[in-house]
């Protein structure tokens, strides 16, 4: 079974920054696309961002482009999303999850989005962020 364990969500002000971390213990990490989700009361979930296995290609939704910033740390087998100029829009539970299979082109070069939840196999419990305004 494969754990996905967010971390760094919290309650910032309007035009703040957050870091929110994601670990996956017991998964071969570095062979994995990952993606970051997130979920407003009342809303569907929409994909954020994501990023290749190799780290080479990223893709952010269009609110998010020029805000947020997908990287991964392999030999830390960690990643981050750094959420700068935040906007009360942006509250949500923001979700990490792993790609179904190793390897894949899941937001690689030619990866146009949106994202599609059901293309990751994995997920985290979120953790919350809350901007006030």
């Known amino acids: 079974q494969v754990q996905v364990v967010e971390s760094g969500g919290g309650l910032v002000q309007a035009g703040g920054s957050l870091r929110l971390s994601c670990t996956a213990p017991g998964l071969t990490f570095v062979n994995y696309a990952m993606g970051w989700f997130r979920q407003a009361p009342g809303k569907e979930r929409e994909g954020v961002s994501c990023i290749s296995w190799t780290g080479g290609s990223t893709y952010y939704a269009d609110s998010m482009k020029g805000r947020f910033t997908i990287s991964r740390d392999n030999a830390k087998k960690t990643l981050y999303l750094q959420m700068n100029s935040l906007k009360p829009e942006d509250t949500a539970m923001y979700y990490c999850?792993?790609?179904?299979?190793?390897?894949?082109?899941?937001?690689?070069?030619?990866?146009?989005?949106?994202?599609?939840?059901?293309?990751?196999?994995?997920w985290g419990q979120g953790t919350q962020v809350t901007v006030s305004s």
């Open positions: 999850a792993v790609d179904n299979y190793p390897f894949s082109a899941a937001c690689g070069p030619n990866y146009s989005g949106p994202m599609n939840g059901a293309g990751f196999g994995y």
